[in-house]
């Protein structure tokens, strides 16, 4: 369970970010604890990306106030990169590279040495059963690795917190099962994890999720006290009731 | 006549068979859904049926119409929507609509009244570059531009991943009219509320299929029982119940656990005795329980 003090590791306040007249994401106020698994909930066009983005600090906010790990993102950019790892929709990897040379490269994109690389490598070996796959091309590994593979590169610097954008966008319901098993431990091993997705059923997995809406916040809270403060049973009804009205 | 004929179709990439002696047939005005693992050959087999690419063996037909004989003919009279959106994203949404048309000798007044409830929804960003659109109105400018010739046999290529939740039920919702104007509809995806909707669902696996009957006859013939665990620490139950009960299948459902096992309802509350306030219910299973037996390796 998430202490109420804990550390808090994301602080957003009266974010705000403009495309020309087009307001994207409209006065969020949010933080995220360390450890959280917090889901980003939200029709296409609601403003996730844009709130990901600019938390990853590919977007600069128009205005309004977004700490990361303790950095500002008007200034520390370069150290919240080093806090952050991200997942993309569309796995970022080489698929003309072996799985390890796929790692090995990400690793020294982050400036590891070697001797790093070669321990995180132990790491996604023991915790995700890759060793029979690290000679292998990518292009040749079934997409339910790819995706675990992809979440390995994202961890490859060992960062606080990862931002996983659908990372199960049509993927099966066994292999979907089996990547938020890996997100599970991920998290109780203290990493915060912010997640996108599409599918209500994983949204009742997260601690805490933020329904968006229009470049705008409609709830936030726990999956239970969301259902009980809106008198629904699953987070599909939560969100058709918030998004329909 | 059945609207697909697919029999004793092969296919296979080197060493890799993507699929294995099908059969099946759909009828017309029929929603048939095509469910399976990843890499099981659900889009290779669409891709035969729309003529993309060859059959290895065996013989197909859409509308009568053979998928390598007669190809041009089948071309004409069906719509495809592919898994990534065949849009040419430098093109606005407006000229993507047109040039389909052209293609197939429609023009986009005749069969406007066909598409205007999707259409309708981005008609306000007509001047828009395709590749400017968000997915969700991608999905609705590639299913327009699918339709716009008015075809009667309508393949989608999971139609719906990346798409939010509501837009998915309007989706349906389209394809359910659709259905009603007599268009047969071919749809792979992995959403099981999806494939609960379809009229007769396929389960494709390693590029055999497995079973092909009506949602309620696979939850009717599912063999095993099915009980809906509530308890505090999942994770520690899961563990618990994977050690105990070998052959079960246990899963998350929301904010519930899923166990398949052939013991009684008697036996479960028995093994689960020293679980301190466990709540266990026999369900009825679903569509998302099936899948996940038949996907398990025997």
């Known amino acids: 369970m998430i202490g109420e003090n804990q550390h808090i590791i994301i602080k957003a306040r009266d974010l705000v970010k403009k495309f020309g007249s087009f307001t994207a994401n409209d ?82 994109i982050y400036g590891l040495n070697i001797k790093t690389i070669k321990s995180r490598v132990e790491w996604a070996e023991v915790n995700f059963n890759l060793t029979e796959l690290l000679d292998k091309r990518v292009s040749s590994v079934p997409l339910g690795w790819k995706q675990k593979i992809a979440f390995v590169v994202a961890n490859i610097h060992d960062p606080a917190i990862v931002f996983l954008d659908e990372p199960t966008g049509g993927v099966d319901p066994k292999v979907r099962r089996d990547f938020w098993d890996n997100i599970y431990e991920t998290s109780a091993n203290g ?55 | 006549m059945k609207t697909i004929k697919v029999e004793n179709i092969t296919k296979s990439y080197g060493k890799v068979k993507a699929l294995q002696y099908i059969n099946l047939t759909v009828n017309k005005g029929e929603i048939f859904g095509l469910i399976g693992p990843d890499g099981a050959g659900k889009t290779s087999l669409i891709r035969i049926l729309v003529t993309l690419i060859l059959p290895d063996s065996g013989d197909a037909y859409v509308m009568d119409k053979h998928v390598i004989k007669e190809y041009k003919k089948i071309r004409e009279i069906i719509g495809y929507m592919p898994q990534r959106f065949s849009l040419y994203m430098d093109l606005s949404v407006e000229e993507n609509l047109q040039f389909y048309a052209n293609i197939f000798g429609a023009t986009i007044k005749e069969n406007y009244s066909l598409i205007e409830p999707i259409y309708k929804q981005i008609e306000p960003f007509k001047k828009r570059k395709a590749g400017e659109l968000s997915g969700g109105m991608k999905q609705k400018l590639a299913l327009s531009c699918a339709l716009i010739h008015k075809p009667q046999v309508l393949f989608l290529d999971e139609p719906t991943t990346g798409v939010d939740a509501v837009s998915r039920v309007e989706f349906w919702e389209m394809l359910h009219n659709y259905k009603k104007e007599g268009i047969t509809i071919f749809v792979s995806t992995p959403y099981m509320d999806e494939a609960w909707q379809c009229d007769k669902l396929a389960f494709i696996k390693n590029g055999s299929i497995l079973s092909v009957s009506t949602p309620n006859d696979i939850l009717d013939n599912y063999p095993l029982n099915v009980f809906e665990i509530k308890y505090e620490n999942l994770a520690e139950l899961i563990t618990f119940l994977n050690k105990h009960l070998a052959g079960a299948i246990v899963a998350r459902f929301g904010t519930t656990l899923h166990c398949s096992s052939d013991k009684t309802e008697r036996e479960m509350r028995e093994l689960l005795y020293n679980f301190e306030h466990v709540q266990v219910r026999v369900i009825k299973p679903t569509i998302e329980d099936s899948f996940l037996l038949l996907s398990q390796d025997k």
């Open chain 1, 27 to 108: 006065h969020l106020t949010f933080d995220v604890k360390r450890g959280e698994i917090f889901g980003l909930l939200g029709t296409n066009g609601a403003g996730k990306t844009t709130a990901i983005k600019m938390m990853i600090g590919l977007l600069k906010p128009t205005s309004g106030e977004l700490k990361i790990n303790g950095y500002d993102i008007y200034t520390e950019t370069e150290k919240i990169r080093k806090s952050i790892g991200y997942m993309s929709q569309k796995f970022s990897l080489y698929e003309e590279l072996t799985v390890f040379e796929n790692i090995r490269f990400f690793g020294g």
């Open chain 1, 191 to 245: 990493k915060t994890i912010i997640v996108t997705t599409h599918y209500m059923d994983e949204a009742e997995y997260c601690h805490r999720v933020c329904i968006m809406s229009e470049g705008q916040i409609k709830a936030i809270g726990t999956p239970q006290e969301l259902k009980s403060k809106y008198n629904v049973d699953t987070i599909n009804e939560l969100f058709v009731k918030i998004v329909r009205t």
